[in-house]
């Protein structure tokens, strides 16, 4: 496949790539583009040869490539700048990585648990593979996966820190941004040599597509990944690209509004926990300990103190934080009672959602719950989360009569 970024477009705003970055791929005119659904495409007749269908993309059968799939390749491409190939999932994705690299040392941090099952995978398959931590050195290490921002705490790690120790080792440096999309973040600028997104969450954002992108830095890797999507069968469907085209316009305007919200509302809920806590300048009242005496800790990347905050992201952090309570039981309670936060798995949608992660991942606190702010109001979020913790704090006190 020839090269499908126009370069017209690499030095726009965001909102104008996301909008027009794969026109030159439109061989219809319609504004919006179509989806296709076809498996198959005609030959030339004279010559057996795939037809050209615009900007020399020739398409033969639908697992190879599809019309779709290149047009949402090619915005993902210039937003993410570098070269983007879509899969099925996040998941895929990642074991497309493991696939062409095949690492025998790998250096894991903080990440998701999907992920390391599909390490896990690999491994069973390639043998001898050894996992270290993403904090021991990194001697003999083939491949650094570093999640940034963690899920699901939200919070951040300095990625150039880790690239400067990945290449010094003679490693490569995977970033996995799923929780901070452009314009919350550009992991090439610090470093990274791929980037990992699971595009069902911000890129989708609309919780109703399952899709993973992986962007490499140069077209070679990214050729080779098509190679292996076709032969193992890893694309995502022609509704589900078409989907992601979709929300890629809206990509600028959600993010940066879902990441100003959550900064409010996490500074909010650290200002209910520390007003409970009694200090020699400080005597909570009753409203202050009604909202805040049951949260034990409230974490997210505008709460940490880290130089790289600024620079890595430039835009807000993402809009995923967690919160910690006393128990399991005050966790569920408030998980229920919240009415403007589905009480549901994933992140990164319109809709704001609250996950008990225990349930999904046995290896998270059963005393903490994660959210993940969508595109309601902060005024009305705000009042929910009010409202839940006095019910928490009512339920608490009467059952102690």
């Known amino acids: ?13 965001l909102s104008t790539q996301t909008l027009h970055a794969s026109k030159h791929l439109h061989e219809t005119p319609e504004v919006t583009p179509a989806i296709g659904v076809t498996t198959t495409f005609l030959y030339k007749k004279d010559s057996m040869e795939a037809n050209n269908y615009g900007a020399s993309q020739r398409y033969v059968y639908s697992r190879e490539g599809r019309p779709n799939t290149t047009q949402v390749e090619s915005t993902l491409s210039t937003v993410m700048e570098g070269h983007a190939v879509v899969f099925g999932s996040g998941l895929t994705a990642a074991l497309a990585i493991l696939l062409h690299y095949k690492p025998k040392k790998v250096a894991i941090g903080e990440s998701y648990f999907g992920i390391r099952r599909v390490l896990a995978q690999y491994s069973a398959v390639a043998g001898n593979v050894q996992v270290v931590s993403t904090e021991c050195g990194f001697e003999g290490v083939d491949l650094v996966w570093l999640e940034s921002p963690i899920n699901p705490t939200g919070e951040i790690k300095d990625i150039s820190c880790y690239a400067l120790r990945a290449h010094a080792a003679g490693a490569k440096l995977v970033v996995d941004a799923t929780l901070a999309p452009p314009p919350l973040s550009y992991p090439f600028r610090q470093g990274a040599d791929v980037v990992i997104h699971s595009a069902s969450k911000y890129l989708g954002g609309h919780e109703d597509l399952l899709a993973g992108v992986v962007v490499s830095r140069g077209a070679a890797m990214a050729e080779d990944l098509r190679r292996t999507r076709s032969a193992l069968g890893l694309g995502a469907g022609s509704l589900e690209t078409w989907l992601l085209q979709r929300s890629l316009a809206t990509l600028s305007v959600r993010v940066v509004q879902q990441a100003k919200t959550a900064a409010r509302l996490v500074a909010l809920l650290e200002s209910f926990r520390r007003c409970a806590v009694s200090t020699a300048c400080h005597v909570p009242s009753a409203a202050d300990l009604a909202l805040g005496r049951r949260l034990a800790a409230v974490r997210h990347a505008s709460l940490q103190q880290v130089p790289c905050g600024e620079a890595q992201h430039p835009n807000g952090f993402g809009a995923v934080f967690s919160v910690y309570f006393a128990s399991k039981t005050q966790a569920l ?22 996950d008990w992660r225990h349930a999904m991942d046995a290896t998270s606190e059963p005393t903490m719950l994660r959210v993940s702010i969508g595109l309601e109001s902060f005024d009305d979020l705000a009042a929910d989360w009010r409202q839940a913790l006095t019910a928490l704090d009512a339920h608490e006190c009467a059952s102690k009569l």
């Open 1 to 13: 496949m020839v090269e499908i970024k126009n370069p017209l477009y690499a030095t726009m705003s």
């Open 333 to 354: 309670f408030v998980a229920k009672q919240l009415r403007l936060h589905a009480f549901a798995t994933s992140l990164g949608g319109v809709h704001s959602l609250v």
